[in-house]
C-alpha cells in the first residue's frame, strides 16, 4: 500500500522553493489580484480517503475545469447529440482561438477550448433560462463534491463578462452559423458564472472521484454517468485538457487531466483517485506551471500512469 500522505508531503516540499513561478492570469482582474506564491495538491482514492498538502483548503477559482462538469451534464441532456456541434479533436491552438471556427463553419474542435465550452452552456441551457441553467451547474458540482458549501464567486463571474471580448467575438461568430441556439449574452452569462465557480483541491479532488471510478461516486455510492461515459471523458481530458500543451502534459504525467487559467489542474489516475493541484502562476500555455510538475512527480512516484509506471 503507497504512502500517499508522505508523497504528497515530498511534492509539497519539492514545489516550495519554486513558489511564485509563472505568470497570473492578469487579463481578468480578479484573477490578477491573487498571490502566486501558493501552491496546494489533494489526491482522493477511489476507497473514499482524502490526503491534502499545502494551500489544499484555500478556495479558488476553478475557471476551464468547469468545462468537465458541464460536458457531464451536456451528455446528460443530449447524449451523443453533443458531437453534431462540437468536435473531439485536439485543437493544437490557444484556447481562445478564433483561426480554426472560420475554416470549420462555426463547429469547436473539442469542448475544451473557450470555443467549445460555450456551444456545450448552450446545450445546457435548452429550456431554462441562463439563472436555472447555472444553478443546475452548482448543485451538480456539489453533488458530486458531497458538498454544499461551494459557491460560485460573483466578483470573478463580473470580471469576466466585462473584459471577455474574446470570448464575446467567438460566440457571435458560432452563432452567425447557426451553433448557437440562445442570445449571445444569455450563454455567456452561463459561460462566466461557471468558470467562477470556486473551490479547494480538496473539494475538486472529490468531485472528480466518479471519473477515476468507473462512473460512480464511492463517497455517496450514486452512480453519476456510466463506466462507458466516464471512459470518453477521461479520454477527451487526456487528449484535449491542456489547450496546445496537451500532448506535453499526456508525454510528461500521462494522466486525463484539465486545467483552468486560475491555477487549478483536475487528474485522474482511472482505478486509483482523482488528483487535484493548484498554484497560480501559469505557463506560457496557460496552463499551472507548479501545478504541471506536481502531477509529474505524483504520477513518477506512484506508477499512476495510463501508459503503465
Known amino acids: 500500500m503507497q504512502d500517499i500522505q508522505l508523497i504528497i508531503n515530498r511534492i509539497h516540499d519539492a514545489m516550495v522553493p519554486r513558489l511564485g513561478e509563472g505568470k497570473v492570469a492578469d487579463y481578468i482582474p480578479e484573477l490578477a489580484k491573487i498571490d502566486p506564491k501558493q501552491f ?3 489526491v482522493t482514492t477511489v476507497e473514499g480517503e482524502t490526503f491534502v498538502a499545502g494551500d489544499a483548503l484555500v478556495p479558488f477559482s476553478i475557471q476551464s475545469i468547469s468545462k468537465v462538469f458541464m460536458l457531464t451534464l451536456a451528455l446528460g441532456k443530449a447524449g451523443e447529440t453533443v458531437w453534431n456541434r462540437v468536435g473531439r479533436e485536439p485543437s493544437g491552438s490557444a484556447f481562445n482561438s478564433i483561426v480554426q471556427l472560420e475554416r470549420e463553419s462555426g463547429i469547436p474542435r473539442n469542448p475544451f477550448v473557450n470555443a467549445g465550452a460555450i456551444v456545450v452552456s448552450d446545450i445546457v441551457m435548452a429550456g431554462h433560462q441562463p439563472r436555472e441553467a447555472i444553478g443546475e451547474l452548482l448543485r451538480f458540482v456539489q ?5 454544499d458549501s461551494i459557491i ?7 470580471s469576466e463578462n466585462a473584459t471577455g471580448y474574446r470570448n464575446y467575438a467567438l460566440a457571435n461568430f458560432m452563432r452567425s452559423f447557426g451553433n448557437l441556439h440562445h442570445p449571445v449574452e444569455h450563454v455567456l452569462g452561463v459561460y462566466f458564472h461557471q468558470c467562477a465557480l470556486a473551490m479547494t483541491c480538496s473539494q475538486l479532488s472529490r468531485a472528480g472521484l466518479f471519473l477515476a471510478n468507473q462512473g460512480r461516486n464511492p463517497l455517496s455510492g450514486h452512480t453519476v454517468v456510466s463506466a ?6 477521461n479520454a477527451l481530458m487526456l487528449t484535449c485538457g491542456h489547450y496546445d500543451g496537451s500532448g506535453d502534459f499526456a508525454y510528461h504525467v500521462g494522466l486525463p487531466g484539465k486545467s483552468g487559467v486560475g491555477g487549478g489542474i483536475l487528474a485522474i489516475a482511472p482505478g486509483k483517485a482523482s488528483i487535484a493541484v493548484w498554484s497560480p502562476g501559469l505557463n506560457k500555455v496557460g496552463n499551472s506551471a507548479l501545478g504541471s510538475a ?10 499512476w500512469s495510463v501508459f503503465g509506471a
Open 40 to 42: 496546494g495538491i489533494a
Open 294 to 303: 506536481a502531477l509529474e512527480m505524483l504520477a513518477n512516484e506512484t506508477g
Open 152 to 158: 460560485i464567486d460573483n466578483a470573478v463571474a463580473k
Open 143 to 147: 453533488y458530486v463534491a458531497d458538498d
Open 228 to 233: 462507458r461515459r466516464a471512459k470518453r471523458i
